[in-house]
């Protein structure tokens, strides 16, 4: 029992890590148990700086940097055991221009062993994505489903 | 496994059968607020046999059956049907497409199926066992969600006892 | 006592509805005293239909109306006792277009008795600003005020 | 009574002298993830007497001194000054000009002054008294903070009791 949870938290650590330089192009990211004895029962705490950064508790964090995190350490755990598919609601919502580039450039670098489905407001999102469906509700309180754009 | 399509019908703002087809690669699902892109990945999750209302943004089951408008009257059953393409058999079951469907009728009554055949919450949750898809937090993330992934530390431990990496 | 409140709660509830009116383009909101024997305890229930839906609880909303009855209620609660400056930082990040034009639209209506400060990633209130700053880090970890547009 | 500028100086992420004007109408301020934006609001509660270390993002107070980065060393103090118009005495205090400055040093020490003269918290929040402007949660939206104006159920009873219409 704990030496497969201390195989799995090696896993995911070293994707975290791997994963969130990806996402912020640079940086540091590690997951911490603060009592090294009682792996089961420990506290995990979350470590991170931005590139360029000193090492921050995580409330220092921005808005954008503290969800770019979430997503980064979400992926890493997805790595332990690979769904066939994603299904993202507007994740993205806080992220600037650049910060949108490398999520969905992981994204699409994904994209061969995981369908991912994005419900998204940003247009760097839209333009990343094969296929793209608009929702409308032309007649008041009825959903449908009105163009489909596939794209290169 | 890949998803094939997703169809609606009477769920949420979707009275009238709606097919959603997902291709290979990344899919996006656009609108104005309100339009109903959040009740499409409610619809998903609600399939696989998700029991939570508060997840589902509901009191009750039933208020997930399309509750009418000014010009439309309330229907009386929702049905949801996810398929998926099984060629490469990592679901163990025999079929090359695999079909899960899930009713609800206004009196609160759910229905299991599988490629049409009545069948049991449990035989679709053992059906995606080991294959990372299914209500564990991490293979979808809901409208403003994701800063629980920092947060649900609990989650965060059973998910790595319950996997051998 | 219970006039003082009763008499706040009723020109709340008015703006509450007037505004909402005003940002979604329709619809209705109101604001309920569960008990309306016991005003000073009671609970405050919130119920409002966006324009063509029927009267709903807050749960059934979706993430952008639930964001735009937040901020309705918020502006009707500033016309109590309107402060002479109101500060919002990404208030309005679960909008689309047609919202933020709106919200916007809303804001430089009142921003002649208050001045507004938003904090945005959003195009459309940024082209709705008469004063643009821009912060960034040119040097890591160093925030500096770079460039200020005058609009019309 | 009008805001006409804020200055910081050692507060987050700003070490050098910075001034911000305020014009009349609307202002924005842009930029990339990180680069300081909410730092801006936090100096602007901070100053105008904010006591909670959790809504300014901080574990302590000294904390929000300039920390340092690989290239330059930490800063002793931060200081935070806010600007005002007056020339339409809504502040009961006979300046045109009212300017409220925030001080604090890593001793955790922290100072208030109004128009250069040191005074206690007391009288800043005295100051801006039936102003509408202060620490109440309406003038000021902090970031993800917009849903709480829905479920402050006993913030928005208790503004309705503070307030004759
Ligand atoms: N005491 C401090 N000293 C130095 N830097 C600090 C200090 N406190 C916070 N910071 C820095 O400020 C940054 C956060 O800034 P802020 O929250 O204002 O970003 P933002 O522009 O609002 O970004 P977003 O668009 O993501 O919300 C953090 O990355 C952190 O490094
Ligand atoms: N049982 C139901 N019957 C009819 N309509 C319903 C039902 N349940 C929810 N709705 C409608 O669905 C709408 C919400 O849809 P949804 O949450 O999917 O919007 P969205 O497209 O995700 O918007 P946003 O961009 O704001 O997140 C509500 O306005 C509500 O009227
Ligand atoms: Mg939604
Ligand atoms: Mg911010």
Redesign the pocket.
């Known amino acids: 029992m704990q030496s497969q949870f201390e195989s799995s938290f090696k896993f995911i650590n070293e994707q975290f890590n791997l994963v969130f330089q990806e996402l912020f192009g640079g940086g540091q990211a590690e997951l911490i148990l603060d009592d090294s004895k009682d792996v089961l029962n420990s506290n995990i705490d979350i470590r991170v700086s ?1 590139p360029g ?2 090492l ?1 508790n995580m409330l ?8 770019l995190t979430a997503i980064a350490l979400l992926f890493a755990i997805q790595k332990l055991n690979p769904s066939p598919f994603c299904v993202l609601d507007e994740v993205e919502a ?3 221009e650049a910060n949108i580039f490398r999520f969905t450039d992981y994204i699409l670098a994904n994209a061969k062993q995981t369908q991912y489905i994005l419900v998204t407001h940003r247009r760097g999102t839209m333009e990343a994505c094969q296929m793209i469906y608009g929702v409308s509700m032309q007649e008041r309180g009825v959903s449908n489903i009105i163009s489909v754009k596939l794209e290169n | 496994m890949r998803l094939k399509y997703l169809t609606l019908q009477g769920f949420k703002s979707f009275p009238e059968k709606t097919v959603i087809e997902f291709h290979e690669g990344v899919t996006s699902i656009v609108g104005p607020n309100g339009s109903g892109k959040s009740n499409i990945t409610d619809a998903i999750r609600w399939v696989l046999g998700e029991q939570s209302v508060k997840t589902l943004r509901t009191n009750k089951m039933e208020e997930l059956i399309f509750a009418g408008t000014s010009a439309r009257r309330p229907l009386s059953f929702a049905e949801v049907t996810l398929a998926m393409d099984n060629s490469d058999h990592s679901l163990s079951i025999d079929y090359e497409e695999v079909r899960i469907s899930r009713r609800i009728y206004r009196s609160g009554e759910s229905e299991y199926l599988i490629n049409d055949n009545k069948c049991r919450l449990k035989d679709v949750t053992e059906l995606f066992l080991d294959t990372g898809i299914g209500r564990d937090g991490y293979s979808m993330i809901g409208q403003g969600r994701v800063d629980d992934v920092l947060s649900g530390k609990a989650e965060l431990r059973r998910k790595m006892l319950d996997e051998a990496a």
Chains 1, 3 share one sequence.
């Open positions: 931005p950064k000193r921050q220092a964090l921005s808005g954008g940097e503290r969800c806080a992220l600037d």
